[in-house]
């Protein structure tokens, strides 16, 4: 259990008071109330610095696997999947919330779902599927945009950003989706034969 590994698995841990903090206040749940009451207006910011430190530990054990030659079978599955997890929870919390609409981020898991799909059939033909800069850049703006939406600026030119986000990071997930399908579309067909 190397450190980049163990920053995956951090990140992974940090999901869980996330969506605490960043529900509890939203659906005022009794338990929540009575542990967090007296910092009840600052739940949501206190969630958004564990989604920054937890976005930041994925950037940080990547560099550190490369850089020192720490790179495991483990960290290739775990720290895409940890990705996911973080990214795809904060979406649905904003769903719950009502700051994002379901259609969008049935779009955006579907696309998950799909890769993951052709990553997995890919590995059972022996071919590794790297990350494309356009998924790279998908992932950065769905970061930014959840950031934004859990913060919910007031200010009208916040909120014309926030919405520039989310429609950014929409369509990169398609595009990226797209990329993913036009380069590896054999995977699939001779996976068949």
Known sequence: MNLPNKLTIFRVILIVPFVLLLLGSHQQWGWFMALFGGILEYTDYIAVAIFII??????????????????????????????????????????EMGRLPAWMVIIIISREFIISGFRL?????????????????????QMIAVILLIVNFKADFMQ??????VWIALILTIVSLVDYIAKNHRVLTEGSM
Do not use: Q
């Open 160 to 165: 014309m950003l926030t919405t520039l986000c």
């Open 121 to 141: 059939v890919a590995s059972d033909n022996g071919v590794v599927i790297a990350a494309s800069y356009w998924g790279k850049f998908k992932t950065t703006f």
């Open 54 to 95: 937890a976005s930041l530990t994925d950037l940080l054990d990547g560099k550190i696997a490369r850089k020192y030659n720490l790179v495991t079978n483990f960290g290739k599955f775990m720290d895409p999947l940890a990705d996911k997890l973080l990214v795809c929870s904060a979406l649905i919390c904003l769903v």
